[in-house]
């Protein structure tokens, strides 16, 4: 079994900065991509941005030059660093990842989901 831990989060003031973590914990899995969505009521669940494992970072036009995406391939970890924040930002952040997962002979191709971190900006 592989699982996605999240990490951080929490309430900021708009203009503020949050940041929020996510790593592989279990079997071995090698990740292809990791990235983060996320889901503001009433609202469906959005790309924010993701990193591949070559460390191409792709970002949601909303976030573009505020948020900052880094992982580290070692650690099986993606960072999401959150400046500028508005009240707009605000929603259940999800880590996502997608890579192979080895355990013994059992050898395939996984997409994650983490359980979600709340991210509230007040105005």
């Known amino acids: 079994q592989v699982q996605l831990v999240e990490s951080g989060g929490g309430l900021v003031q708009a203009g503020g900065s949050l940041s929020v973590s996510c790593a592989t914990s279990?079997?071995?899995?090698?990740?292809?991509?990791m990235g983060w969505y996320r889901q503001a009521p009433g609202k469906q669940r959005e790309l924010v941005a993701h990193i591949t494992a070559d460390g191409s970072g792709h970002y949601a036009d909303s976030v573009k030059g505020r948020f900052t995406i880094s992982g580290d391939n070692a650690k099986n970890t993606v960072y999401l660093v959150m400046n500028s924040l508005k009240p707009e930002d605000t929603g259940v952040y999800y880590c996502?990842?997608?890579?192979?997962?080895?355990?013994?002979?059992?050898?395939?191709?996984?997409?994650?989901w983490g359980q979600g971190t709340l991210v509230t900006v007040s105005s």
């Open positions: 279990g079997s071995i899995f090698t990740t292809n991509l």
């Open positions: 996502h990842a997608e890579g192979y997962y080895s355990a013994g002979l059992d050898y395939r191709y996984l997409e994650l």
